[in-house]
């Protein structure tokens, strides 16, 4: 059976909805057969451990373990999961405190079991925070740490192609950039329909509020209708990150990624971005002003988070993250 690499993949969180379909995904991709499922919830991981070898999945290694000095040993590569969920009602930022301790622990982890780990994608929310947070404590260079974003864009398509009639896959040139949050900045003006400019498309002005309600306002719909936030999208989109990172194809949806330059500094936002096996890569965005205003909103937004985080004493003030994390 060939698998895309033999190194150990952990998937933190695996008893969770996302982690045990991540877990699923990244065997049904054959990333690598060394796959080691990590939770502290013992029931819930046994029971996703039995589901995984029921599949009966080709070549398999599957470990499962609740601790973490054996899981992160040796990992070379992470996907983390492994925060609480959001509930109806409740925003992303809603998170932000419980899930940025969690962060901080798991980047310590990292620095501790395994620090020439490879890659790393951070799933939870609020994802930009603590991508952050588990940048800083682990140690490692920026390239090799991203976060969730690409879920925004795809409903941001998916939102466009239901205005339109057409196929998701029919919608290009359309993204979303900034913060993974309320704040999001969203970039359509050079998004194409099947190869046709957007603007040729005579989309009535005053639905283009709702289009955006609809992108923004994706993951809060889901949880309205299902009665629990996604895990299907997130889970795929994430292993098909990792895919990349481990030498697979290439991920081009956008990434959350470390970012200090002329433009934004010290922040970890969505860019249009390349997942290679040398890890993400960046550009800054293009757009009309109001899209780039948007996008500044949306960066003072993460910009204040982060200061909330620094206030509360989970991250360093940014004068002295050289001293926790020397890559940056």
Same mark, same amino acid.
């Given at each position: 059976?060939?698998?895309?690499?033999?190194? /150990?993949?952990?998937?933190?969180?695996?008893?969770?909805?996302?982690?045990?379909?991540?877990? $699923?995904?990244?065997m049904m991709l054959k990333l690598t057969p060394n796959l080691c499922l990590y939770d502290v919830y013992e029931p819930g991981l046994l029971g @996703?451990?039995?589901?995984?070898? !029921?599949?009966?999945? %080709?070549?398999?290694?599957?470990?499962?373990?609740? %601790? #973490?000095?054996?899981?992160? /040993?040796?990992?070379?590569?992470i996907i983390s999961s492994g925060?609480?969920?959001? /509930?109806?009602?409740?925003?992303?930022? %809603?998170?932000? /405190?419980?899930?940025c301790q969690i962060a901080e622990e798991f980047g310590q982890h990292v620095k501790t079991y395994c620090p020439d780990v490879k890659h790393i994608v951070v799933i939870f929310n609020p994802a930009d925070l603590t991508g952050l947070v588990v940048l800083l404590h682990s140690g490692v260079r920026p390239e090799c740490v991203t976060t969730l974003a690409a879920l925004d864009t795809t409903r941001l398509q998916e939102s466009l192609a239901r205005?339109?009639?057409? $196929?998701?896959?029919?919608?290009?040139?359309?993204?979303t950039y900034g913060g993974h949050g309320e704040a999001m900045a969203i970039f359509a003006s050079k998004a194409k329909i099947d190869g046709t400019p957007i603007a040729e498309m005579n989309i009535p002005e005053d639905h283009w509020p709702i289009i955006k309600r609809n992108t923004v306002q994706g993951g809060s719909n889901i949880i309205r209708l299902r009665g629990r936030s996604s895990f299907q999208s997130p889970a795929y989109n994430a292993v098909k990150m990792m895919e990349a990172a481990m030498g697979g194809e290439k991920f081009t949806l956008p990434a959350g990624c470390y970012v200090?330059?002329?433009?934004?500094? !010290? @922040?970890?936002?969505?860019? #249009?971005?390349?997942? %290679?096996?040398?890890?993400? !890569?960046?550009?800054?965005p293009e757009g009309t002003p109001a899209e780039l205003a948007d996008l500044k909103a949306s960066y003072d937004h993460l910009c204040e988070m982060r200061d909330e985080i620094i206030n509360l004493g989970i991250i360093p003030p940014v004068t002295d993250w050289k001293l926790l994390n020397p890559n940056l």
């Open positions: 059976m060939n698998y895309l690499s033999n190194e /150990k993949l952990v998937i933190v969180g695996a008893a969770g909805m996302i982690g045990s379909n991540m877990a $699923q995904t990244a @996703v451990v039995a589901e995984m070898d !029921h599949c009966g999945f %080709d070549g398999a290694n599957i470990t499962w373990t609740t %601790d #973490p000095a054996v899981a992160y /040993k040796d990992a070379k590569y925060g609480a969920p959001r /509930k109806e009602g409740m925003t992303r930022e %809603d998170l932000l /405190k419980g899930n205005e339109l009639n057409v $196929q998701q896959c029919k919608v290009t040139g359309a993204y200090n330059n002329e433009v934004f500094q !010290h @922040v970890m936002m969505a860019m #249009p971005t390349v997942m %290679d096996e040398t890890g993400v !890569h960046f550009t800054n």
